[in-house]
């Protein structure tokens, strides 16, 4: 019990200290920065359609709106915070000033019909952030803990790759079995051009696709900040519940699964067990963010690789993540640790 104590505490040091308070401003943050730049840009009234354009840019400023809140929140906990806060900022805002002016200009359709220029620069803006993001820069510290992030053992690092797309992929073979459709539209120039395009799809979604603008709030922040006062199924239902109200505006325009009010709680269902996963990837690496934003991005990317029958594997994948969460949560000693308190 003990060391399951230890291996909670150890990702909450005490270098920072956030308060009830301080998790209230945060969630409210979470609204005031995101919800008007969605609304602005134009996107919710015409979600699913269009395509990476001017009005896709603006929208981007409200995805960024978790990281950017945790940036603020854990800037006012400390001065060492602060110039934290700092240092993240450009990283976090850098990608909207160049891949993303970049890829709005041209407007692609697709991710995969990216134009040269806006693909090379969105890969080797995403080398440059993961780098910063990396044990590689010790001055970085976790917004919630103030402590630099430890290095990751590989096998975690290796598998927050492949996992879910792992478990995507196995899904959809199961579903493109009945009708024989194994077509990922993407992936047909041949081996280079599709190891270009796959490179390119994940620096997108890496940069401008939820993961570096949610993580950095979600298990930056958030996450380390509830295993204070919380076991870590609790916090990661209660991140859950963050995560799909936060998405609320989307859901309620374009749907989840279906529309309506219901594509809210279709939208929480989906995320509980994804953030049980999420969680024990954040404790078994050490507190990594950066291995967050992997785990995030390796389940985004899925959607940009044109596979046949997406929707409906998409379902199958829903229901793969939860009998994984399920069983990590029976059998997994650090899911079911103690609690460290405030």
């Not at 354009?53 to 800037?75: E, F, K, N, T």
């Not at 000033?97 to 890829?103: D, F």
């Not at 690092?157 to 899904?171: H, K, Q, V």
């Given at each position: 019990?003990?060391?399951?104590?230890?291996?909670?505490?150890?990702?909450?040091?005490?270098?920072?200290?956030?308060?009830?308070?301080?998790?209230?401003?945060?969630?409210?943050?979470?609204?005031?920065?995101?919800?008007?730049?969605?609304?602005?840009?134009?996107?919710l009234p015409r979600a699913g359609t269009g395509g990476y354009d001017a009005r896709w840019l603006v929208a981007q400023i409200g995805v960024m709106g978790p990281s950017l809140a945790a940036?603020?929140?854990?800037?006012?906990?400390?001065?060492?915070?602060?110039?934290?806060?700092?240092?993240?900022?450009?990283?976090?805002l850098g990608p909207l000033a160049v891949p993303g002016i970049l890829v709005a200009h041209?407007?692609?359709?697709?991710?995969?019909?990216?134009p040269?220029?806006?693909?090379?620069?969105?890969?080797?803006?995403?080398?440059?952030?993961?780098?910063?993001?990396?044990?590689?820069?010790?001055?970085?510290?976790?917004?919630?803990?103030?402590?630099p992030q430890a290095r990751p053992p590989t096998r975690v690092i290796l598998l927050s790759l492949t996992l879910f797309p792992a478990l995507f992929l196995l899904s959809w073979a199961f579903v493109s079995a009945e009708g024989g459709h194994f077509e990922i539209a993407a992936l047909q120039g041949g081996p280079l051009a599709s190891v270009w395009i796959l490179l390119v799809c994940f620096a997108h979604n890496l940069l401008l696709g939820g993961s570096l603008g949610e993580e950095l709030g979600w298990r930056g922040f958030l996450l380390p900040a509830l295993l204070r006062e919380r076991s870590p199924l609790e916090a990661s239902l209660m991140l859950a519940v963050a995560g799909g109200l936060w998405h609320l505006p989307i859901d309620l325009y374009a749907g989840f699964g279906v529309t309506g009010p219901g594509a809210i709680l279709v939208r929480?269902?989906?995320?509980?067990?994804?953030?049980?996963?999420?969680?024990?990837?954040?404790?078994?690496?050490?507190?990594?963010?950066?291995?967050?934003?992997?785990?995030?991005?390796?389940?985004?990317?899925?959607?940009?690789?044109?596979?046949?029958?997406?929707?409906?594997?998409?379902?199958?994948?829903?229901?793969?993540?939860?009998?994984?969460?399920?069983?990590?949560?029976?059998?997994?000693?650090?899911?079911?640790?103690?609690?460290?308190?405030?």
């Amino acid at each position: 019990m003990l060391r399951r104590r230890l291996n909670i505490e150890v990702f909450t040091s005490n270098r920072a200290t956030v308060s009830r308070r301080s998790l209230w401003i945060f969630l409210l943050l979470l609204g005031v920065l995101s919800w008007p730049a969605w609304l602005v840009s134009g996107v919710l009234p015409r979600a699913g359609t269009g395509g990476y354009d001017a009005r896709w840019l603006v929208a981007q400023i409200g995805v960024m709106g978790p990281s950017l809140a945790a940036l603020l929140v854990s800037g006012s906990l400390s001065r060492e915070l602060r110039w934290n806060s700092l240092r993240l900022l450009p990283f976090v805002l850098g990608p909207l000033a160049v891949p993303g002016i970049l890829v709005a200009h041209a407007s692609p359709v697709r991710v995969s019909e990216m134009p040269l220029l806006p693909a090379v620069a969105t890969v080797v803006v995403a080398a440059v952030v993961v780098l910063f993001l990396s044990p590689l820069n010790s001055r970085l510290l976790g917004p919630a803990t103030g402590t630099p992030q430890a290095r990751p053992p590989t096998r975690v690092i290796l598998l927050s790759l492949t996992l879910f797309p792992a478990l995507f992929l196995l899904s959809w073979a199961f579903v493109s079995a009945e009708g024989g459709h194994f077509e990922i539209a993407a992936l047909q120039g041949g081996p280079l051009a599709s190891v270009w395009i796959l490179l390119v799809c994940f620096a997108h979604n890496l940069l401008l696709g939820g993961s570096l603008g949610e993580e950095l709030g979600w298990r930056g922040f958030l996450l380390p900040a509830l295993l204070r006062e919380r076991s870590p199924l609790e916090a990661s239902l209660m991140l859950a519940v963050a995560g799909g109200l936060w998405h609320l505006p989307i859901d309620l325009y374009a749907g989840f699964g279906v529309t309506g009010p219901g594509a809210i709680l279709v939208r929480i269902l989906f995320l509980v067990p994804v953030s049980i996963l999420f969680t024990w990837f954040y404790l078994r690496s050490k507190g990594s963010v950066l291995i967050a934003i992997l785990l995030h991005t390796s389940v985004n990317v899925m959607s940009d690789l044109g596979l046949a029958s997406y929707e409906t594997a998409a379902i199958v994948f829903g229901i793969l993540t939860g009998v994984a969460a399920v069983i990590l949560s029976v059998f997994s000693p650090v899911l079911r640790g103690a609690t460290a308190g405030w």
